[in-house]
């Protein structure tokens, strides 16, 4: 069993940065795939970004790649998700969560076992 929790949302302008962290309590954070996936109001929670357990060969929506990025660290069981150059279609519900390493993609909503409640992320033009 894993908990997890979002934190680092808020209310930010378009052209900036922010980071959200995902923190892992439970066992085994390690040996998870970490994922984090959006909703906007109206619209199905789609995939952001995944990271493997190793951290090494994450992978991006395509529309994307660039602007944001994935990374973990086993040691603090946390995961962020930077994202830059903020547009207002960014805006969404921002969730973390966690498969078995053992999925195929790790795109897609149904490989994954544990969901955090999401952080909202609010992006003004």
């Known amino acids: 069993q894993v908990q997890l929790v979002e934190s680092g949302g808020g209310l930010v302008q378009a052209g900036t940065s922010l980071r959200l962290s995902c923190e892992a309590s439970g066992r085994g954070f390690s040996a998870y795939r970490m994922g984090w996936f959006r909703q906007a109001p109206d619209k199905e929670r789609e995939f952001v970004a995944t990271i493997p357990w190793s951290g090494f060969g994450p992978y991006y929506a395509d529309a994307l790649k660039g602007r944001f990025t994935i990374s973990r660290d086993n040691a603090r069981n946390t995961v962020y998700l930077l994202m830059n150059s903020l547009k207002p279609e960014d805006t969404a519900v921002y969730y973390c969560?966690?498969?078995?390493?053992?999925?195929?993609?790790?795109?897609?909503?149904?490989?994954?076992?544990?969901w955090g409640q999401g952080t909202q992320v609010t992006v003004s033009s």
């Open positions: 969560a966690a498969a078995f390493s053992t999925v195929e993609t790790g795109t897609s909503r149904h490989e994954y076992r544990y």
